[in-house]
Nanobody, 123 residues
Framework: QVQLVEAGGGLVQAGGSLRLSCEVSGRTFSRYTMGWFRQAPGKEREFVARIIWNDGRTYYADSVKGRFTISRDRANNTGYLQMDSLQPEDTAVYSC????????????????WGRGTQVTVSS
């Protein structure tokens, strides 16, 4: 079973940057997909980005394309979400998730989740 632990959230001013990390443990992760999702108060959970762990292929939501970068360090079993040019509308709890061979932009197929980390962007 895969376990995920996020870190790196916090408070930042508009235009600033944060980098989130997601440490993976529990089993071999080579054929998994790691995804990042976010949920703002009163809103549904939203897909942010995903990366195929094996080959590094990435996919982004339109709302973050060009501002966020998902990556992974296979040697250290850690995924990252670099967030630049942050805006107040990016404020949310960000969670990483994992699923076996997932190619979805929804939460379908992601069956392991971290507890989430708060990102707050002030105007």
């Amino acid at each position: 079973q895969v376990q995920l632990v996020e870190a790196g959230g916090g408070l930042v001013q508009a235009g600033g940057s944060l980098r989130l990390s997601c440490e993976v443990s529990g089993r071999t992760f080579s054929r998994y997909t790691m995804g990042w999702f976010r949920q703002a108060p009163g809103k549904e959970r939203e897909f942010v980005a995903r990366i195929i762990w094996n080959d590094g292929r990435t996919y982004y939501a339109d709302s973050v394309k060009g501002r966020f970068t998902i990556s992974r360090d296979r040697a250290n079993n850690t995924g990252y979400l670099q967030m630049d040019s942050l805006q107040p509308e990016d404020t949310a709890v960000y969670s990483c998730a994992a699923g076996f061979a997932v190619y979805s932009s929804t939460s379908a197929g992601f069956d392991a989740w971290g507890r989430g980390t708060q990102v707050t962007v002030s105007s």
